[in-house]
């Protein structure tokens, strides 16, 4: 069991914006960035989103993160077939002195 | 371009020892680290440690100190990571990431990341 949480799945249909939250702690998110990962099917993660809400140069605008309190969000907007994916978000725990994934939201495209 | 690239699979036995390579190129090998992530059958990402490229700090899960060693060859650009005493459980694939040196720790800020290595452990 993670120390940071997220839904197992989450779903949307193409064109509509979809969020998919994760939700930790004082001693994770509360007090540290969270980057969010992008998992394909069969392939190895892509970095969508560092610092809460930086974009790497090639990640599309469509994709944007957010952190409030002990909670953060990555929203899709304009939602393509494409971006069926499995979603991480990640931190630093400052009790376990480590990383710390959440357990991936699974993205249907329906 | 950046990239960071591993070596091939493995097959072990239980109790054996597993070293997996992950060559850099592309970037200033100094001015970053090495993360370490796997990822069983249909299971999630689990983050194992991290070595500084600059100083070879390194910087284990609590789950696996004891049972893994990373080390890095800057004259060779390659960071290696050793898991011993394999059990059943540690067939993954095990993916290595360019990461920040954020202080003298992990920065998760995991871009690029290499293929994948799949190891099997198995009687």
């Known amino acids: 069991q993670s120390v940071v949480t997220q839904s197992p799945s989450a779903s949307g249909t193409p064109g509509q914006r979809v969020t998919i939250s994760c939700s930790g702690s004082s001693s994770n998110i509360g007090s540290n960035f969270v980057c969010w990962y992008q998992q394909l099917p069969g392939t190895a993660p892509k970095l969508l989103i560092y610092?809460?809400?930086q974009r790497p140069s090639g990640v599309p605008d469509r994709f944007s993160g957010s952190k409030s309190g002990t909670s953060a969000s990555l929203a899709i907007s304009g939602l393509r077939s494409e971006d069926e994916a499995v979603y991480y978000c990640?931190?630093?725990?400052?009790?376990?002195?480590?990383?710390?994934f959440g357990g991936g939201t699974k993205l249907t495209v329906l | 371009q950046v990239q960071v690239v591993q070596s091939g699979g493995e097959v072990k036995k239980p109790g054996a020892s597993v070293k997996v390579s992950c060559k850099a190129s592309g970037y200033t090998f100094t001015s970053y680290g090495i993360s370490w992530v796997r990822q069983a059958p249909g299971q999630g990402l689990e983050w194992m440690g991290w070595?500084?490229?600059?100083?070879?700090?390194?910087n284990y899960a609590h789950k696996f100190q004891g049972r893994v060693t990373m080390t890095t060859d800057k004259s060779t650009r390659t960071t290696y990571m050793e898991l011993r005493s394999l059990r059943s459980d540690d067939t993954a694939v095990y993916y290595c990431a360019r990461d920040r040196i954020c202080g003298d720790r992990a920065c998760y800020w995991f871009d690029p990341w290499g293929q994948g290595t799949l190891v099997t452990v198995s009687s």
């Open positions: 610092k809460n809400d």
């Open positions: 990640v931190g630093w725990d400052d009790s376990l002195s480590g990383v710390v």
């Open positions: 070595i500084s490229g600059y100083n070879g700090n390194t």
